[in-house]
């Protein structure tokens, strides 16, 4: 596939990118309507929602849509879901030394990072990272929504453990926008979220151990996520 004269390779598939958009338009509607409880400028979403009722039931509603993009995967294309899985788990001495040039990397430098896998090691942390956060926030916030069911103690420990989950979720989420969105090749990596493609050259800069697989087995497609 070529797009402008460049070569393009397929990186990610339609259930993946729905996935994703799916789990991203859940927590900001989750964000929004959570924000009210935490400071009074938010006052406006309870009126957007007709009250402090209407938002709360639209926060639960968010919940479980939070819950679905993984419920999908594992349906649509269970192949990625756990493709994803071994990636992130999987932390070998490239990864740790991305790290060390990773700053520069950040601060849209030039920076001599070693050859990363189909998720480079900031993308497997940002993973890891967010899985935490929701194994927080949904669990904590399962017991404040049925409250009958749970001791005194575990409903007094859910309200912290869901602040605390909100406020790593969100330095999270703003780190992985910025890197998507606001850094120099944003524009390359986000075309691969929503295209589902990324120009060779990207691929062998940015993910140069799955970029070389790709070129050993002679097929772009088959190590795809």
Not at 10 to 38: C, D, E, Q
Not at 160 to 182: E, F, K, Q, R
Request: aromatic letters at 16%; a positive charge.
């Amino acid at each position: 596939m070529t797009k402008n004269n460049q070569k393009m390779v397929k990186r990610f598939s339609k259930p993946v990118i729905i996935a994703h958009w799916l789990n991203a338009g859940a927590f900001f509607l989750l964000y929004l309507t959570g924000l009210p409880m935490y400071t009074e400028l938010f006052d406006w979403v309870y009126v957007v929602f007709g009250g402090p009722a209407g938002a709360r039931l639209v926060h639960r509603i968010g919940a479980v849509l939070f819950i679905l993009p993984v419920v999908y995967i594992l349906l649509a294309d269970p192949k990625s879901f756990f493709y994803w899985i071994k990636q992130i788990l999987t932390w070998k001495s490239h990864d740790f030394q991305f790290f060390l040039q990773f700053p520069k990397e950040f601060f849209g430098g030039h920076a001599k990072v070693p050859k990363q896998d189909f998720y480079n090691a900031g993308e497997k942390l940002n993973s890891l990272l967010a899985i935490i956060t929701t194994i927080m926030l949904m669990g904590s916030g399962f017991i404040m929504w049925f409250p009958a069911y749970f001791s005194q103690s575990m409903i007094m420990w859910a309200y912290p453990l869901h602040n605390i989950g909100l406020g790593l979720s969100i330095a999270v989420v703003v780190g992985h926008i910025y890197l998507s969105v606001g850094h120099p090749n944003s524009r390359v990596s986000l075309r691969g979220m929503t295209k589902g493609d990324i120009p060779e050259t990207y691929a062998k800069d940015h993910h140069g151990r799955w970029y070389d697989d790709l070129k050993q087995d002679g097929s772009p497609k088959k190590k795809q996520a």
